[in-house]
């Protein structure tokens, strides 16, 4: 038994140092239990407090404008070819005007007579009827375009033209005379008569109206109602020539009556 009693000794100095040094590590842990400390804490070891703090957030990256688009490109002009000026004209020397003589106007009226006197209805007609084109309402010059269709053959285009007429102008007797000679050329000896008729009626002094009548109903085979024409020519002028002559006609006519 006194053998092992030194070890015993010999071990309490190391047990003393092992508590102390808990009593210190003890102590430093009840220093720091004044701050807060996340959990795990004790379990760390403390990280030196020179490295500089991580950023929280992760830096974003700028991002640049977008690049301007580029007009787009005109092509070019074609280029203009240049050709050499002409050489100027030389201006010739001046000379006295010459004086021009006046235009006459033309006599379309005196045209179409001498047209019609030579036979040419065609031309006649044409210059008659451009100088109407400017006096559309003058009687005479229509009364002139009417002789020169029945001269031609156009009966039918001057009664056309007389035919709007009121009856006291077409009981004038140069009107009358070409509406009567109209009608005998288109073979209406009848309508002729009467076209005569209305002349004496409008002026009953016209006896050779009523001659004429007598005549145009001889034509158209009615010997009954040209005598009685007849009597009113010879009753206003008996000793003229025209009703002399008529006289004769209608002693021929009657003795040729059934």
Not at 139 to 161: H, P
Request: aromatic fraction near 4%.
């Amino acid at each position: 038994m006194t053998r092992h009693q030194p070890e015993a000794v010999s071990h309490a100095p190391r047990r003393a140092g092992i508590i102390v040094a808990i009593l210190v590590i003890g102590g430093l842990g009840l220093l720091g239990c004044g701050k807060p400390q996340p959990a795990g804490a004790a379990a760390q070891p403390a990280r030196p407090t020179s490295r500089p703090a991580r950023p929280t957030s992760r830096p974003v990256a700028a991002v640049p404008p977008p690049a301007p688009t580029p007009a787009p490109i005109e092509p070019l002009p074609e280029p203009v070819i240049v050709e050499a000026a002409p050489e100027p004209t030389p201006i010739p020397e001046q000379t006295e005007p010459v004086a021009l003589e006046p235009v006459e106007p033309v006599d379309h009226l005196a045209l179409a007579d001498a047209a019609a006197e030579a036979g040419d209805c065609a031309t006649a007609l044409e210059h008659i009827r451009r100088v109407r084109i400017d006096e559309p309402d003058n009687l005479m010059l229509r009364l002139r375009e009417v002789t020169f269709c029945n001269d031609c053959g156009q009966s039918q285009q001057a009664l056309a033209l007389l035919v709007d007429l009121d009856a006291r102008t077409r009981a004038t007797e140069p009107i009358t005379a070409e509406i009567a000679e109209a009608f005998l050329n288109i073979n209406e000896p009848g309508k002729a008569a009467m076209a005569w008729e209305l002349r004496y009626i409008i002026e009953p002094s016209a006896w050779d109206a009523a001659a004429q009548a007598a005549i145009a109903w001889l034509e158209a085979g009615k010997t009954r109602p040209a005598y009685w024409w007849y009597e009113r020519a010879r009753a206003a002028a008996p000793d003229s020539p025209e009703v002399r002559m008529l006289a004769s006609i209608m002693k021929s006519a009657r003795a040729d009556e059934p």
